[in-house]
């Protein structure tokens, strides 16, 4: 459980008011439009993001030394 409440707090904190966020919030606050119809879409759209990032960083792992992506996470 460590590890989901740290990932929930990064992720958490950094997508506070981005590009995302204010764009949900657009839509949401548009006349005839369902929010939980934006909340939905937006949550599944994130959802999918994370998956992928997710996929990529688990194969990535196992392909590339934890050397090297500290030293291109630095770039």
């Known amino acids: 459980m460590q590890t989901f409440w740290k990932v929930f707090s990064i992720v958490f904190v950094a997508e506070l008011g981005d590009k995302t966020q204010l764009a949900t919030l ?3 606050g548009q006349k005839n439009v369902n929010p939980c119809l934006v909340f939905a879409g937006s949550a ?3 959802v999918l993001a994370a998956g992928i990032g997710t996929l990529a960083g688990g194969w990535i792992g ?3 030394s934890p050397e090297r992506l500290r030293w291109i996470a630095g770039l």
Do not use: I
């Open 26 to 28: 657009l839509f949401a």
């Open 44 to 46: 599944a759209a994130f």
């Open 62 to 64: 196992r392909h590339v």
